[in-house]
């Protein structure tokens, strides 16, 4: 009896460390070497429990539609742990999306979560490139959602000209990430090397030199 015990306590314990890691909420997390170690958490600290107020739950933060006035056309406001403490270590994150007439969330990808969004007012035309380089994409009329998987390269494309649109999105992490493939590229610093960029995209000196002009690098 005790023997079957201490094999089936040896087990759970054995499954328990056999557990994955937690996800990463940074981008990186370097090693300190140093001792005694300061200390650097994967997320951020909490207060105290019965310092939890209901304010801590809620944030307006999404409320007013961001100036789409730049580049590309649009502005995307996102609850963080900053404007809506009670999120830390909930997995979770939202976003409110305006994306002006004719405006874009160009290629990009979020690193550490899947995204679905919820089309409320406009059209979009969005599409996701899986692994196998295939693309899925759809257009969206208000009431219909789409999701990106975690990782995958995708963009949201307002092809109206005249009419704004706003999505709202929902991300499974708190801290989502963002790298928008052009401006990850092209202007990155310090830059990648031009030969590495002309290579990669069988491109040549000056498209390279145009293309970092174009982004504002
Ligand atoms: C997004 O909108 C806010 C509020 O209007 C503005 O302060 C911010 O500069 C805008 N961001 C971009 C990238 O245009
Ligand atoms: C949270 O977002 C606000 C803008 O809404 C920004 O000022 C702040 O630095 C962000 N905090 C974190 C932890 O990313």
């Known amino acids: 009896m005790k023997t079957i015990l201490q094999l ?3 087990l759970i314990l054995l499954v328990g ?3 994955c890691d937690p996800d990463p909420l940074q981008d990186y997390c370097v090693a300190s070497t140093q001792t005694p170690p300061s200390f650097y958490g994967n ?4 207060i105290h429990p019965q310092l939890a107020k209901s304010s801590h739950f809620a ?3 999404l409320s007013k539609p961001g100036n789409t006035d730049n580049q590309f056309g649009f502005n995307i406001s996102m609850t963080n742990t900053t404007n809506l403490p009670g999120m830390n270590t909930l997995g979770l ?3 409110r999306l305006d994306i002006g007439p004719d405006g874009i969330v160009p290629l990009h990808s979020h690193p550490r979560a899947s ?5 409320l007012k406009g059209t979009l035309f969005v599409g996701f490139v899986d692994g196998s380089n295939r693309l ?3 257009q969206l009329r208000p009431g219909d959602s789409f999701v990106f998987p975690k990782g995958l390269i995708h963009y949201l494309y307002n092809m109206d000209k005249d009419e704004a649109a706003l999505a709202l999105s929902g991300f499974s992490s708190q801290n989502p990430g963002l790298q928008i493939s052009s401006f990850a590229s092209f202007v990155s610093k310090p830059g990648i090397p031009d030969e590495v960029l002309e290579k990669s995209f069988k491109i040549h000196s000056p498209d390279v030199a145009k293309i970092r002009r174009n982004l504002g690098g």
């Open 8 to 10: 089936t306590m040896g």
């Open 17 to 19: 460390l056999a557990e």
């Open 43 to 46: 997320g951020v600290p909490c």
């Open 59 to 61: 944030t307006s933060s």
């Open 93 to 95: 994150a939202m976003a």
């Open 115 to 119: 995204e679905v969004t919820i089309l």
């Open 136 to 138: 899925f994409n759809r």
